[in-house]
């Protein structure tokens, strides 16, 4: 057996009898959560006497299922992150009151030289109609600039589709 045909014989088998417990001990455990689950096999391969090329040519003793299903499980495992390896650190009520306040006092910081920044917003067309109309024009590049930003806009949005191939939530049957 293979590490990745072990590790699905016993998701398999505690799917069936409907037994949610520890992996045996051993099994696919790990301490690092970055490292990858199932390790590349591509990476200890080895030409032997400059006979790669026949490597591939050659009968695998995996049926092509098995060899499908490694290469989704190898696929899978490097996208997860084992986070039983990672230690929690939970915090206490005061650690997580000078958290709030701190990040109260960051936000109202930030708040306030926004604010400052804040560009100086048109005259009301009602109220001084004058003002508007004295002012200068927009440029001819920008109008061109933000035409062909609205163009481009409109051309991606056009272009989206939705393509429904499967539920996106599935519930699995456990009593």
């Known amino acids: 057996l293979y ?3 072990e590790m699905h014989r016993w998701f398999f088998r505690r799917c069936d009898d409907h037994a949610f417990e520890q992996p045996p001990f051993g099994s696919f455990v790990q301490d690092d959560p970055k490292k990858p689950l199932i390790p590349d096999p591509n990476l200890n391969k ?4 400059g006979s790669d090329r026949n490597a591939d040519s050659l009968p695998s003793n995996r049926t092509d299922e098995q060899a499908l299903l490694t290469t989704i499980l190898q ?6 992150i084992d986070v039983s390896a990672v230690i929690s650190q939970g915090l206490e009520q005061h650690e997580y009151m000078d958290r709030a306040r ?7 910081v930030l708040s306030r030289t ?8 048109l005259p009301s067309l009602t109220s001084q109609p004058h003002q508007v109309l004295a002012a200068d024009l927009v440029s001819y590049a920008d109008v061109q600039q933000v035409s062909k930003i609205a163009a481009y806009a409109y051309s991606a949005i056009s272009q989206i ?6 539920e996106l939530v599935v519930q699995f049957a456990i009593p």
């Open 46 to 49: 080895i030409p032997t006497n």
């Open 3 to 5: 590490a990745g045909e």
């Open 75 to 80: 696929r899978t495992a490097l996208n997860i």
């Open 114 to 121: 926004l604010s400052q920044k804040k560009p100086v917003s």
């Open 161 to 166: 589709k939705v393509d429904a191939k499967e």
């Open 102 to 108: 701190q990040y109260s006092t960051k936000l109202e």
